[in-house]
């Protein structure tokens, strides 16, 4: 038995007012602290000086959020909607040092952006692998909510595989559920695992509900730092049509064996876009994309958001009873949004 539970419990041969017995049955510090605090002051210790509060504009126009530094130069993760239109940002470190900011890189699609902060020699945190995530572990959260910097919660990971839509209305594939409490100001600010490493961005909490939060995975963040740090912006592919979502009969599910329920339909084709050059037709149903399924609108978003640009691309047809195939070479999107 251990002597943390030898102090409630006696068999009562021993005398509880000897002073020599209530020494030797004093709970010891690491019987106390269990390996669920051990592991969060753990997490805390070692990220906290990697964690930054953002501020950006002044008085009602203001706002304020969280960052995490990845590279010991300077350049930190946070939520697009933190910096949103902003070129400079005000960071704070930990130890209150505030620097100059300057937002490199913008991506409303997937709600993240990236800050060079004004310095050298940073503290910075590691990024770990969200693709290996499993439900119910440890997941700490640390940021600035509403501007109590450097504060830490801790939960688990409660689901994984969600999807959430951004602040420009696409869809973030794989989002984190947790439910480490996350308030106003926690969004950009890390959430890690127990060996603090960075496995998602927190970036939403559903309210009013309780224990319902939201981080885009680091994978996710991993794929565009790359066009981020290189062009400021995420590349993507625009075919010029309007589509919509529509289901697909069972006759033609049957006969072509496609195993998803629902096609996207093309509403109306851009003058000389890439779809109409590729002999798309008005009420088309694409059923495939890339050698994937197209089951929705989000799915071929999605498809060209990994594509590469410029390249020839197959996409499969639903027309007049007839599955066909064509060729299509996607153009860059040509307003990125900037929210």
Not at 13 to 36: C, R
Not at 263 to 269: A, D, N, Q
Not at 282 to 292: A, L, Q, R, S
């Amino acid at each position: 038995m251990s002597r943390f539970w030898q102090h409630f419990i006696t068999d009562g041969s021993e005398t509880p007012n000897d002073p020599k017995q209530t020494n030797s049955t004093q709970p010891e510090a690491e019987d106390v602290l269990d390996a669920f605090s051990r592991a969060v002051v753990g997490v805390a210790d070692k990220l906290r000086p990697a964690v930054v509060n953002l501020r950006v504009g002044r008085g009602m126009r203001g706002g304020s959020g969280s960052g995490v530094l990845f590279a010991p130069d300077g350049l930190l993760l946070t939520n697009h909607h933190v910096v949103q239109k902003h070129d400079k940002v005000r960071v704070r470190l930990s130890d209150g040092t505030e620097l100059s900011g300057q937002v490199i890189g913008n991506d409303p699609w997937t709600d993240l952006a990236v800050v060079q902060a004004e310095g050298e020699k940073f503290p910075f945190a590691v990024f770990g692998d969200s693709a290996k995530l499993k439900v119910g572990q440890l997941a700490v959260a640390i940021g600035s909510p509403l501007g109590f910097e450097s504060t830490v919660t801790a939960g688990v990971v409660s689901a994984l595989g969600r999807t959430l839509r951004s602040i420009s209305g696409h869809l973030v594939d794989n989002v984190i559920q947790t439910d480490a409490a996350l308030n106003p100001g926690n969004s950009g600010g890390p959430l890690v695992d127990s060996h603090g490493r960075v496995i998602g961005i927190n970036t939403a909490v559903i309210q009013p509900a309780q224990g319902i939060c939201f981080a885009v995975p680091i994978n996710t963040a991993k794929t565009i730092l790359p066009q981020l740090l290189k062009h400021g912006r995420v590349i993507r592919g625009y075919l010029g049509l309007h589509i919509r979502q529509v289901p697909i009969s069972p006759e033609l599910r049957n006969t072509f064996t496609l195993e998803q329920k629902s096609g996207v339909e093309v509403l109306m084709l851009e003058e000389d876009g890439p779809a109409q050059n590729a002999g798309l037709w008005i009420e088309d149903i694409i059923v495939g994309f890339g050698g994937k399924p197209v089951a929705s609108v989000d799915d071929l978003q999605r498809s060209l958001t990994q594509l590469p640009v410029g390249l020839p691309v197959k996409i499969s047809l639903l027309r007049e009873g007839r599955l066909i195939e064509r060729t299509v070479v996607p153009a860059e999107y040509p307003n990125p949004v900037r929210g």
